[in-house]
């Protein structure tokens, strides 16, 4: 059983019984009554956010997810094939695992895979940046300025975007996979 003394970023607990990871806290002493945290949680299954403040007698289970680096191969149907980089393993994963997430996969990318200890695969995480090609976006017009607004555009996964005036059909650019964002053209 771990405690509020315990808890860090990035942690994974038991907790209404699911599992949610920590992703941010605040350790507080009022003046005035005993010390609290305030906690920022994330559903590993689902990306749901909630918060929560716990009391300094409150515990709560810690979970030792496993986190193994795979390799995206291909999409066959609902099932997104990994393999993994050392045994050559492939492992099919569920398109609700996936989610949303499915618009920012290129084949041969190399992901995170997070099991619980049961084995049950609660999700992956994507690298910070991923580069993709710009498939469709509107021309430039001259009076465009780099700084002001944007266009939308769509990537070679279908993944649309808010992009500068200043980009353009084939170009590369830096994806931020956290937000979803544009962040500069990539070389």
Not at 41 to 67: A, I, M, Q, Y
Not at 132 to 147: L, M, R
Request: with cysteine; charged share 30%.
């Amino acid at each position: 059983m771990a405690t509020m003394a315990d808890i860090r970023n990035g942690m994974v607990i038991e907790f209404k019984d699911d599992l949610w990871e920590v992703v941010e806290f605040l350790h507080v002493k009022p003046g005035k009554g005993p010390a609290f945290m305030r906690s920022k949680l994330k559903n590993v299954r689902s990306g749901k956010v909630v918060e929560n403040t716990w009391r300094e007698s409150d515990s709560f289970n810690e979970v030792r997810v496993e986190r193994r680096k795979m390799e995206y191969l291909y999409r066959d149907g609902e099932l997104f094939v990994m393999m993994d980089s050392e045994t050559y393993e492939q492992l099919p994963v569920d398109a609700h695992v996936v989610g949303e997430l499915e618009l920012m996969l290129l084949e041969n990318m190399e992901i995170t895979i997070l099991f619980a200890p049961s084995g049950e695969i609660l999700g992956i995480e994507l690298p910070v940046t991923v580069v993709q090609t710009i498939a469709e976006c509107e021309p430039n017009v001259k009076g465009n300025t780099a700084s002001g607004g944007g266009k939308t555009a769509f990537t070679e996964t279908g993944l649309r975007i808010t992009v500068p005036f200043f980009v353009e059909m084939g170009d590369k650019i830096k994806i931020d996979t956290r937000s979803g964002e544009y962040i500069e053209r990539a070389n």
